[in-house]
């Protein structure tokens, strides 16, 4: 019996994930909308067999562009250029249930996985920048709960596009003059609270059936949502305890509703800052968080818990008073996350910033590659994760690193692939290819 | 002074543009959703220094997928999938102003142009299938002065979003910490009948500054728009005369509103049966129409009329006494399309059929490669077009030959370029690259 593997993704920030990675003298900002940049990193990825690339997204700009590398080019396109120059690798893109249509969603998503011969997985996010909600005519941004109800009734809609056609629907017969088997394309006649959608999806069905349904909230409401639907999970975990729990919960929700709890991979974030020794690894990340700036993570900070401290002295104790109790921020994971870090650590403001800055919460892990890799094997070993996205503090170099050093180590301890065994993404996170919703009723009638 | 240039694109329809082109010995029709199908395809018309590639949509599936190649892979996927295979040749996608959201369409297209270099072109459509609708949750299709109503302002948003972005914003200067000049990235506050949209967009202004605005409609309110905001104009034309007509109307109504008529190319379809001799011509174009089915062309002449002649005789006289004068058909493009060739030749329905079979209703010419070479050096040097959309009977066999035996007559002759002069969608159409709204009103108060 094989050792069970890792699962490794390449999270892709176009900065690199450290707020100032840009800054470092190692990256390539100017290339951040330049499509080579990512070719580029999409083969390295390949090459060293990593599962998948990873792609966030939000539909509004930043309000913190002026000092750090916030925006970037569009998921879907960004990967589809990707499919193109790449045969294996699969490709994650994030999009929004909230600001998308369900036909125009199931669409590009189809066709990105026809282009790319199945590699696709679709990050489904409920999007929780408010300010989106004014790219799209509303006057607020709907709350947490009518968000994920949209969401539910959206992959119930999208599910059945991608499954409206059955794989042996297309005929192609010359002689006959047959091209579709139309009994084998089906209207899906979906009438819900949020949308009405007749189908037949206007694109045959994809070699994956359907994309990887990845999710990444940890509130409540996204754990419900992962347990019911999701093949993979992104989280952020500051400690094993964390991320231990986290995964029983999920797992446990999986077995309570009859779903095999190996078809959803728990992949929390990790970024780490790799130096041939303890301290070169630390004068990194010293390196890193002398680059910030105050006045950019201090907004990152707003952000996240709604305290405002331009004025405090940096270096004083963090204010952990100053936060209210406030219902609309009590599920959010990234709140939560920073009074976890406030309440173990006691941080100094600047230290707490500093924190953030890493990975904007992710789990960041800094020493030799032994290291590095002996925090990947204890959590993959001890409940807390099936692999990782892997969160370089700034591109190419810090990808290199990992691959350079930290891969070499985990492939003999005999933890990730020498190579990739199968062609989809299904395939690399061994998933099962899910039957068309109709080819099962056709069966059943039979 | 250099000669006057035709402008040319390759029209891509999946099967071919006949609608039994699938069928055809020469065509590949298992590879319709297989993207290098259209990657060879790619390169081959940028080897011949076309202007463009361009591709049709519609956001739902035509109803007589049974007999006809009538189904593709979402085009905005790919062209960006060709974009990353190819360097100069520009990429032409429909989109629809109906059924999409403006920010997330601008999103996608300013993506795209900077993933291509500068090399898209947006074709603007309202969407005439009226079962569009109903997969958008509508109870019925907007009519036709709605959906321009909507066209428009859909377009003013995603002007001023492609124009948010001042083309000298991005600053990066890891020194200063400074990564964008953010009083170079605006709001657009836009609130209208149909859109409020804050902005700005999430990505930075592409290399054309906006996609070529192309357009396809010859209605009054497609021409209406179409002298307003197109950049180029895809139409249907069967005669010289006719061709003229529109061409005069067109320019004519540039000149009326202050735009300079050769910011408009106007591009008719031709779909070329090319021979040797003009009997192998014309025993090619014989083949096809053997190929065609009645069961798929009477459901296309019933979408374009009105009328279900499934009963009559074939070989029959067009009973053109029963159409009804219908105002709603009246304004549709492809209705008066169908009534001229009916009134001028006196078609058996089997004629007809097969005149409409050949590329929808679009200017079918037959003969040798001299013929074609004419055809098109008569329409150009005659105020009928500024270039042509290519529509090959079936693919890629259609297309070589194009290239192979039409395309040297036209260069000797010195109507085709014989390289790329520039890099650019809007160099190779010879359109400026307009600043951005915002950057003019920079410059006015300073």
Do not use: C
């Not at 019996?1 to 900002?29: C, I, K």
């Not at 940049?37 to 939000?58: V, W």
């Not at 204890?378 to 290199?400: K, R, S, Y």
Request: charged share 25%.
């Amino acid at each position: 019996m094989t050792q069970r593997q890792l699962h490794l993704n390449l999270f892709v920030y176009p900065g690199g994930h450290h707020e100032a990675g840009w800054r470092y003298h190692g990256s390539d900002p100017d290339r951040v909308v330049d499509i080579s940049y990512y070719q580029e990193l999409a083969r390295k990825a390949e090459a060293a067999k990593f599962d998948a690339l990873f792609f966030a997204d939000g539909p509004a700009l930043a309000d913190n562009i002026r000092y750090a590398s916030r925006f970037r080019l569009e998921p879907l396109t960004t990967i589809t250029a990707l499919a193109a120059v790449t045969q294996r690798i699969g490709l994650i893109a994030t999009a929004s249930t909230t600001y998308s249509e369900p036909y125009n969603l199931a669409r590009l998503f189809a066709s990105v996985d026809h282009i790319s011969n199945g590699r696709v997985g679709w990050n489904i996010v409920t999007t929780g920048a408010a300010q989106a909600a004014q790219n799209f005519g509303l006057d607020a941004h709907p709350d947490h709960g009518d968000r994920y109800g949209r969401a539910h009734e959206f992959l119930e809609v999208v599910t059945k596009l991608w499954d409206s056609w059955q794989d042996d629907a297309l005929v192609i017969d010359p002689q006959t003059g047959i091209f579709a088997d139309d009994d084998k394309i089906h209207e899906i006649n979906h009438v819900g609270a949020h949308f009405r959608v007749r189908g037949p999806l206007n694109l045959s069905r994809s070699p994956q059936g359907r994309p990887v349904y990845v999710q990444a909230g940890s509130s409540e409401d996204g754990r419900h949502f992962a347990a019911l639907h999701a093949e993979a999970i992104f989280t952020a975990h500051q400690n094993l305890r964390n991320a231990q729990d986290f995964y029983a919960d999920i797992k446990a929700r999986l077995r309570g509703i009859g779903r095999n709890p190996d078809h959803l991979k728990v992949l929390p974030g990790i970024s780490p800052y790799i130096g041939s020794t303890t301290a070169e690894a630390e004068a990194l990340h010293d390196e890193f968080n002398d680059l910030t700036q105050p006045a950019y993570s201090l907004g990152v900070l707003r952000r996240m818990t709604g305290l405002e401290l331009s004025g405090h002295d940096l270096d004083g104790p963090f204010p952990r008073h100053l936060i209210a109790p406030d219902p609309d921020r009590a599920e959010a994971s990234r709140f939560k996350l920073v009074l976890d870090i406030v309440d173990r650590e006691k941080p100094t403001i600047r230290q707490l910033l500093h924190r953030i800055a890493g990975a904007r919460g992710h789990w960041v892990t800094v020493g030799t590659p032994e290291k590095i890799a002996d925090d990947i094997q204890t959590w993959f070993e001890n409940g807390a994760a099936d692999g990782f996205n892997v969160m370089p503090p700034w591109l190419h170099g810090g990808f290199d690193a990992f691959v350079d050093h930290v891969l070499p180590i985990l492939r003999k301890r005999g933890l990730f692939r020498h190579d990739y065994q199968g062609q989809t993404l299904r395939d690399h996170f061994g998933l099962p290819r899910p039957d068309s919703l109709y080819a099962t009723e056709t069966k059943r009638s039979a």
